[in-house]
């Protein structure tokens, strides 16, 4: 029992870090119906952000709260304008043409990235420095949980509430609403819908890099192509949950993060081999897009001819 | 002057083919070919862009011709290389020593080409079983399941113990460019004639509308599936020569990256174009080789090496030709289809153009 809450627990961080980064990917495709592959890099460009800030600043000698959060707020922002720039230069010119063409389009762009940082930072990983006091505090049982862990918790919950608070309480999350109920439409209509696209890549970007941050604090190692699985399983989540619909990228991230621990920790017993981790998510979505395309919390949307 | 019967045509064009690689071949041993030798380095090169040349064309025939934008092409390349390289491990010697009297090149061929025969049917067989399901998806869906089976297998692979799991596999080096290049040539044919045949006027008018494909009596399904498996099974064969070629297999050679370069090499060529893809497989297999060249930066303690800046050239190609050119080179035009608009003028062609 101690180990499955220890399980639990430890696949639920890791489920927050995708939920974050899977916020981004159903946000994109809600709007303009592109997976964007390189939303798994700007979360390791989120890392690497605060990589930089972190050593530059002296954060890294002497933890503090505030160092933290100007990491954090500072790998948001940079990430942020980086996904801003990627939509502008790469997405936005061949908008135009074929779904098949923004898709290849958004493939090389996740290559460039990548390896774009393995020719600067090198593919050496690196060791992201400790922000904060990190200690484990033990539950009932053998249970135990880590202060970065709770970190994680906390740090994405406050995201979630203030994304949910962005897009149903302010003007700019009604036009978001609008641009992916129908863009023509909210063209039609005044909006300003290049610069909401824009806007919803920032968002992303910026929930992805601090997803990059908080997971560098609870596991240190960081490396240019880190974001490649991360972002796949991500976007299994975003799709799981239901793609387009932000709860759903939520409830998904959550469960593929329980789903891949619970392998590790208990496949053996049924013959699935811990190595069989990063396969789980595969195989989450491959059941779900041919059992229940929508996700669990989508709706049907018949296609018009 | 009279007109010669096509089959005499492709049978003169087959020897020129055969014998072309034969001296190649020939002046990559240690003595060269009277005098004339071409070093490993370029030997390598050769062999490579041959085997591209299969994994280009087969993709080509998956997304170019069907429409259908598969991108876990390496998933079954590494079907074929292991499947095959399974069955010369373990049978191999025994089949050379039963037709040694055959002498050497003969029995290490046959061995070579079973094995080639069993990595695309194994292959062909994983097409199927992936192709049912998946291809009741459409689009960018379609893309990341293939992608999620491709990665699905490779971690499949990794996990059996019997062929090397995650040591690596040793394989003997039975296949040579002679093989390799045979092997290329009959691609391109058997695509080109699929493309050509009725069965490629299916494939080609699924790719233009689906729905008008459908309700024209074309059982979509049905082709989209035999697309798959077909052009599933030549990415085994090539895997099967890479496996024989490079004498060891580690499931790091089939990551995504694999299957990336592969669609690099097709949409940098032209999508639905079978010189395109071949012309995209030898750009995507010389430009590194290129960049080889360029000396390292210095700068403060960090090294610069721009023989590392292979896939950032890739990457930005891609997004250049997708944002100037998305069509590729080539589109869905053939090389010689320039030619023949100047021949065209003093030499009328018989019938309708299709």
């Known amino acids: 029992m101690d180990t499955f809450v220890q399980q639990l627990i430890n696949g639920l961080t890791i489920g927050s870090i995708y939920a974050l980064i899977a916020l981004g990917y159903t946000m994109v495709y809600g709007i ?21 800030i972190a050593t530059s ?7 503090s709260a505030l160092g933290f959060g100007v990491t954090l707020l500072g790998a948001m922002a940079i990430a942020g304008a980086i996904g801003m720039a990627i939509e502008r230069f790469a997405y936005r010119p061949v908008r135009k043409y074929s779904k098949m063409t923004t898709l290849i389009t958004a493939i090389g762009m996740s290559l460039l990235i990548e390896y774009l940082f393995v020719f600067i930072f090198s593919g050496t990983p690196r060791s992201f420095p400790q922000l904060l006091p990190n200690e484990n505090i033990t539950l009932f049982g053998n249970a135990t949980i880590s202060t970065s862990q709770i970190l994680i918790f906390v740090v994405s919950i406050a995201l979630m509430v203030v994304l949910q608070y962005i897009i149903f309480r302010t003007k700019m999350g009604k036009a978001m609403r609008a641009v992916s109920f129908n863009i023509t439409s909210a063209k039609l209509m005044g909006i300003n819908t290049d610069f909401v696209i824009a806007f919803t890549f920032a968002l992303g970007s910026a ?53 891949e621990t619970l392998v590790v920790g208990y496949g053996s017993y049924v013959g699935i081999p811990s190595t069989y981790r990063d396969a789980v998510a595969f195989a989450i979505l491959i059941l779900v897009l041919l059992l229940r395309p929508a996700g669990l919390l989508g709706s049907n949307v018949q ?3 | 002057m009279k007109k010669m019967p096509s089959w005499v045509k492709s049978l003169i064009l087959g020897i020129i083919v055969i014998v072309a690689l034969y001296i190649v071949n020939a002046m990559m041993s240690a003595t ?8 490993d380095y370029q030997a390598r090169l050769l062999v490579f862009i041959g085997i591209n040349i299969i994994l280009a064309t087969s993709l080509n025939l998956i997304n170019g011709f069907t429409g259908q934008f598969s991108i876990g092409h390496a ?3 590494a079907v074929g290389a292991y499947s095959s390289a399974y069955f010369s491990v373990t049978y191999g010697r025994s089949i050379e020593t039963s037709l040694a009297g055959l002498g050497d090149f003969v029995a290490s061929s046959v061995v070579l080409l079973i094995a080639i025969a069993i990595g695309a049917v194994v292959a062909a067989m994983a097409g199927l079983i992936v192709g049912i399901p998946s291809l009741r998806l459409k689009g960018d869906y379609l893309a990341i399941v293939t992608l999620g089976f491709a990665e699905i297998i490779r971690i499949v692979i990794l996990n059996i113990d019997a062929v090397g799991g995650a040591t690596g596999y040793q394989v003997p080096g039975y296949a040579n460019f002679l093989w390799i290049g045979v ?22 008018s699924i790719r233009e509308d689906e729905l008008a494909a459908e309700a024209m009596g074309v059982n979509t399904t049905r082709y989209k599936v035999t697309s798959f498996v077909i052009g599933s099974s030549f990415a085994g064969v090539a895997g099967a020569l890479f496996a024989h070629y490079n004498k060891f297999l580690s499931t790091n050679d089939f990551q995504f990256i694999k299957s990336f370069e592969i669609i690099i090499m097709i949409v940098i060529g032209g999508m639905g174009s079978m010189t395109g893809a071949i012309l995209g497989a030898i750009i995507v297999t010389l430009l590194p080789e290129l960049l080889r060249g360029l000396p390292d930066l210095q700068v403060g303690a960090t090294t610069f090496r721009f023989a590392d800046l292979r896939l950032v050239i890739f990457a930005l190609i891609l997004i250049l030709t997708m944002i100037l050119r998305p069509q590729g080179i080539l589109g869905t035009a053939e090389i010689g289809s320039f ?12 019938g309708m153009k299709a």
């Open chain 2, 183 to 204: 092997f290329a040539v009959i691609t391109v044919l058997v695509i080109h004639n699929i493309v050509k045949s009725d069965t490629g006027r299916a494939l080609v």
């Open chain 2, 32 to 39: 060269g070919f009277f005098g004339v030798g071409v070093d």
């Open chain 2, 75 to 77: 998933g079954f390349m």
């Open chain 2, 339 to 350: 030619f023949k608009r100047f021949r065209r003028a003093d030499k009328p062609t018989g």
């Open chain 1, 303 to 305: 296609e018009k001819v």
């Open chain 1, 207 to 259: 929930l992805a890099a601090a997803g990059g941050v908080l997971t560098a604090q609870y596991n240190p190692k960081i490396e240019p192509l880190m974001g490649i699985m991360t972002g796949l399983k991500a976007f299994v989540a975003a799709v799981l949950g239901g793609i387009g619909n932000i709860p759903g990228a939520v409830l998904g991230g959550l469960l593929i993060g329980a789903a």
């Open chain 1, 57 to 63: 600043l002296g954060f890294a000698a002497n933890p």
């Open chain 1, 32 to 52: 303009l119906r592109l997976i964007n592959f390189a939303h798994g890099d700007i979360y390791m460009v989120g890392a690497y952000a605060g990589f930089m």
